[in-house]
């Protein structure tokens, strides 16, 4: 497409909504695709949809190593920067933490959060829940069912209590995908039982040390009943 005006190209797609016109782009860049007129045996929205029963591409192809971009020209299982960051690993698997640590959860009828606002799928139990085992519960005076505050770094929630051998000692777990009752939420169903924001207890100092991400599993939190100083 070197040197060809990109209105001209999107004025050639073809389709009736902004996907098929986009599906159109992608069949003709890709590797079986007409090229804009460059290969005109190749492939366009079009010749797919004159084709319901499919289209035979012929027999497979081997890739590799062509799509690879190591130097080595090879599939790196450990590469340098992996194997120089083991020993942090490892004292990290050792370490044992003094106090409680938080880790997420999604559920199945979630998706993360987008089906919160479907009221065929948000029957039932309250699933925002602070999910502790029984040993710590009876350890920091939480009953099944009852508020609980938990305080991380950023910030503090409150959460009903879920006591579960679902989870370790030591370990504490909220879902993600929840607090729509904050500012900007539009959610109408959904802010009925809008849950407690996980993210309100990050502060974004943990981070991953080769990838740079946030830390979201495995942080240090408190946690009481409700009422209770932290």
Same mark, same amino acid.
């Given at each position: 497409?070197? &040197?060809?005006?990109?209105? @001209?190209?999107?004025?050639?797609?073809?389709?009736?909504?902004?996907? @098929?016109?986009?599906? /159109?782009?992608?069949?003709?860049?890709?590797?079986? &695709? /007409?090229?804009?007129?460059?290969?005109?045996? *190749?492939?366009?929205?079009?010749? =797919?949809?004159?084709?319901?029963? &499919?289209?035979?591409?012929?027999?497979?192809k081997?890739?590799?190593?062509?799509?690879?971009?190591?130097?080595? &020209?090879?599939?790196?299982?450990?590469?340098?920067?992996?194997?120089?960051?083991? %020993?942090?690993?490892? !004292?990290?698997?050792?370490?044992?933490?003094?106090g409680?640590?938080?880790?997420?959860?999604?559920h199945?009828? $979630?998706?993360?959060?987008?089906?919160?606002?479907?009221?065929? =799928?948000t029957? *039932?139990?309250?699933r925002?829940?602070?999910?502790?085992?029984?040993?710590?519960?009876?350890?920091?005076?939480?009953?099944?069912?009852?508020?609980?505050?938990?305080?991380?770094?950023?910030?503090e929630?409150?959460?009903p209590? @879920?006591?579960? !051998?679902?989870?370790?000692?030591?370990?504490? $777990?909220?879902?993600?995908?929840?607090?729509?009752?904050?500012?900007?939420?539009?959610?109408?169903?959904?802010?009925?039982?809008?849950?407690?924001?996980v993210?309100?207890?990050?502060?974004?100092?943990?981070l991953? %040390?080769? $990838? *740079?991400?946030?830390?979201?599993?495995g942080?240090?939190? @408190?946690v009481?009943?409700?009422?209770t100083?932290?």
């Open positions: 497409m070197h &040197g060809r005006d990109p209105r @001209e190209l999107a004025a050639a797609l073809t389709g009736d909504t902004g996907p @098929e016109r986009r599906l /159109d782009m992608m069949l003709r860049l890709g590797p079986y &695709g /007409d090229g804009f007129g460059a290969r005109p045996d *190749g492939l366009n929205l079009e010749k =797919l949809l004159a084709a319901p029963h &499919g289209i035979d591409l012929g027999p497979l081997p890739r590799l190593p062509g799509p690879l971009k190591t130097r080595s &020209g090879r599939v790196e299982l450990l590469p340098q920067p992996l194997a120089d960051d083991l %020993p942090r690993l490892r !004292d990290a698997l050792r370490a044992r933490p003094d409680l640590v938080l880790v997420g959860r999604r199945l009828r $979630s998706n993360n959060s987008w089906m919160h606002n479907i009221p065929a =799928l029957g *039932g139990t309250n925002c829940t602070l999910h502790l085992h029984p040993d710590d519960a009876e350890r920091l005076g939480v009953t099944d069912g009852a508020p609980v505050r938990v305080k991380g770094a950023g910030g929630v409150v959460a209590a @879920e006591v579960t !051998d679902a989870v370790r000692r030591g370990v504490v $777990s909220l879902p993600h995908g929840w607090g729509h009752d904050r500012p900007g939420t539009r959610l109408r169903h959904a802010a009925a039982d809008p849950g407690v924001n993210n309100q207890l990050l502060d974004g100092s943990l991953d %040390p080769l $990838s *740079g991400t946030a830390v979201l599993n942080v240090p939190v @408190e009481a009943p409700a009422g100083t932290l």
